[in-house]
């Protein structure tokens, strides 16, 4: 049996500027969220007793890289060193070796060079592994190596690739080290450990592949649960199972509502956030439905945005509303009638323009009955309803 984590795009120190005019507590919760996520993850291999984790990939931030960050890694790593867990850290484009990436770590991690590289392991139950990888030089290179991978075709034990690359079918601006499965399921490897794309993905089960996605959301565009994989099994069977890390989540939510007033509105938001409160520190995009024909005033608007969010950095779980937009249900069922003026309805002389030409119709005009008899907001209420019944593809004998 063999028991392991994957991660990859841990991105330490990432920058959360648009953050930076929240209450300081939330700010440095903000800050601290990937230490604190990959903290959780070195807390789960520890309680799993996991054989080694492995790392693919973009562990810091480019530029952004700190000294913080770098001994944030070491202490963490000697955690794992103490219950004899081995760590396996290839660097992708955002942390290459160029960028003078410390090498000072405790003995129980290896890093791979620039060169596709292979690591030998014995796991806890004897079991012998071979892991395959190799780092990125530089951040901006195209560093295509998966023709060096070696096949594992007769070759005894449990063979695993670290790779931080972009599958072909990705829809990512930033691709390097492009594969296809057929370049990955050529080597027969029992396991591929992916990186680069910050979305949790199964690309194959048979041999497993999989992108583990990033550990901490950053924005919007990395919304759900974030975490690392815990893998186990054997040389027939290796089963990865998520497990959520994340410190903060990034979510976009709807609600509705029948109230009117302001207070109404903003009590409704506020029980929107105690429901979702036990989820954990997230930030939300909120809609909300407005079952009403009067828009708030801006003002209105502006107090319920003020007041929505104060508070929340004694909040253990904050919730903050990132947006806020409201959509109001009734103005788009407003009656068709209303888009008339009264002197408009009432002016006869429109009325029998629109009316003469058919009644003008031989054909027509005897089966018709006498216009001036109708009731003309009726008749703009009927042909409202038979244009929506046409709008939805219903037939009708009006």
């Known amino acids: 049996m063999i028991k392991f984590i994957h ?7 990432s920058p959360f500027k648009s953050k930076s005019h929240l209450a300081p507590s939330i700010f440095e919760d903000v800050q601290n969220s990937a230490y604190e996520s990959f903290k959780k993850i070195v807390d789960t291999a520890l309680k799993e007793e996991v054989d080694f984790v492995l790392i693919v990939g973009d562990l810091f931030d480019s530029e952004n890289r700190t000294l913080r960050a770098e001994v944030f890694l070491k202490e963490q790593f000697k955690r794992l060193e103490k219950e004899q867990i081995f760590v396996y850290v290839s660097h ?8 003078k990436i410390t090498n000072d770590w405790p003995n129980n991690v290896s890093v791979f060079s620039n060169r596709l590289e292979t690591y030998q392991a014995i796991t806890k139950d004897g079991e012998t592994i071979f892991i395959h990888g190799f780092s990125y030089q530089h951040d901006a290179s195209y560093e295509n190596k998966i023709d060096e991978f070696p096949s594992s075709q007769g070759k005894k034990g449990i063979h695993i690739g670290m790779l931080h690359g972009t599958y072909s079918k990705s829809s990512t601006k930033d691709r390097y080290t492009e594969f296809i499965l057929e370049d990955l399921n050529q080597k027969l490897y029992h396991y591929w450990a992916l990186g680069h794309i910050h979305e949790r993905q199964e690309l194959s089960d048979m041999p497993p592949i999989h992108y583990p996605g990033n550990i901490q959301g950053r924005h919007f565009g990395e919304q759900g649960p974030k975490g690392c994989l815990l893998v186990e099994g054997d040389h027939l069977r290796l089963n990865a199972t998520f497990i959520p890390t994340q410190q903060i989540r990034f979510e976009e939510a709807t609600i509705n509502t029948d109230k009117v ?8 938001i506020q029980s929107f956030k105690e429901s979702v409160r036990s989820n954990g520190k997230a930030f939300y995009r909120l809609t909300v439905n407005l079952d009403s024909d009067k828009p708030l005033s801006s003002h209105d608007i502006s107090q319920i945005k003020e007041m929505i969010d104060d508070y929340e950095e004694n909040e253990h779980h904050f919730v903050m509303i990132e947006s806020l937009t409201f959509n109001y249900i009734q103005m788009d069922e407003t009656p068709l009638v209303r888009e008339f003026s009264a002197d408009l309805i009432k002016d006869n002389k429109v009325f029998e323009t629109a009316m003469t030409e058919l009644y003008l119709n ?37």
């Open 7 to 13: 991660c990859a795009d841990l991105h330490l120190d």
């Open 92 to 99: 992708g484009n955002h942390d290459p070796l160029t960028e």
């Open 261 to 268: 007033s302001k207070q109404e509105i903003y009590e409704a």
């Open 362 to 398: 031989p054909r027509a005009s005897k089966y018709l009955e006498d216009y001036t008899d109708f009731d003309k907001v009726e008749l703009v209420n009927r042909a409202e309803n038979i244009l929506k019944a046409i709008m939805r593809g219903e037939s009708d004998d009006h």
